[in-house]
T-cell receptor, first 114, second 114 residues
Framework: AQSVTQLDSQVPVFEEAPVELRCNYS??????LFWYVQYPNQGLQLLLK??????LVKGINGFEAEFNKSQTSFHLRKPSVHISDTAEYFC????????????FGKGTLLTVNP | DVKVTQSSRYLVKRTGEKVFLECVQD?????MFWYRQDPGLGLRLIYF???????EKGDIPEGYSVSREKKERFSLILESASTNQTSMYLC?????????????FGSGTRLTVV
């Protein structure tokens, strides 16, 4: 079974600082990778996804992620965060050939302080 | 704007009550999912359905059942609510097959069992 590890449960940063949220997944022949964001008292929204092709994926709100097959990682980055980026971020993986299920990490709470 | 709609944002029920959580999607998605979200545990899959009247158990089905009589609607049923079922419940939907590139989530139902 697939597993996803988000290495940090909480990441506090100051406004305008860069941030990296780390995600590692268990190896598989092929995978699709996703990052979701959850703002307080809301459902999850898709931030970006890697399906194939370029390993650097750009998403909404200035976020990007890099797929690294050799390290089985899909870390999320933003060069300069805003207060409004405060939210919980979830990494998820779908195994190639798997029809239905995403496997989610336990989430990383990003807190941006003024 | 395509949507997954959960009927209630907040719900308070008594121990032993039968509870129905409703989810409706307007995207003609084949797959629908119910997750519960708890602090530090991330998202855990309760049940999912890949077609009308079809269902499969997820990782934590005990104490829950589901119903999918129409493609657009997926109901989660707590047969006899208990306090350990106090949680945030998230519904999601997706296409099947090669177009299954991620989920669309509802806004969540925060259930409190007293």
């Amino acid at each position: 079974a697939q597993s996803v590890t988000q290495l940090d449960s909480q990441v506090p940063v100051f406004e305008e600082a860069p941030v990296e949220l780390r995600c590692n997944y268990s190896s598989s022949v092929s995978v699709y990778l996703f990052w979701y964001v959850q703002y307080p008292n809301q459902g999850l929204q898709l931030l970006l996804k890697y399906l194939s092709g370029s390993t650097l994926v750009k998403g909404i709100n200035g976020f990007e992620a890099e797929f690294n097959k050799s390290q089985t990682s899909f870390h999320l980055r933003k060069p300069s965060v805003h207060i409004s980026d405060t939210a919980e971020y979830f990494c998820a993986v779908k195994r190639g050939g798997s029809n239905y299920k995403l496997t989610f990490g336990k989430g990383t709470l990003l807190t941006v302080n003024p | 704007d395509v949507k997954v709609t959960q009927s209630s944002r907040y719900l308070v029920k008594r121990t032993g009550e039968k509870v129905f959580l409703e989810c409706v999607q307007d995207m003609d998605h084949e797959n629908m999912f119910w997750y519960r979200q708890d602090p530090g545990l991330g998202l855990r899959l309760i049940y999912f359905s890949y077609d009308v009247k079809m269902k499969e158990k997820g990782d934590i089905p005990e104490g829950y059942s589901v119903s999918r009589e129409k493609k657009e609607r997926f109901s989660l049923i707590l047969e006899s609510a208990s306090t350990n079922q106090t949680s945030m419940y998230l519904c999601a939907s997706s296409f099947s097959g090669i177009s299954n590139y991620g989920y669309t989530f509802g806004s969540g139902t925060r259930l409190t069992v007293v």
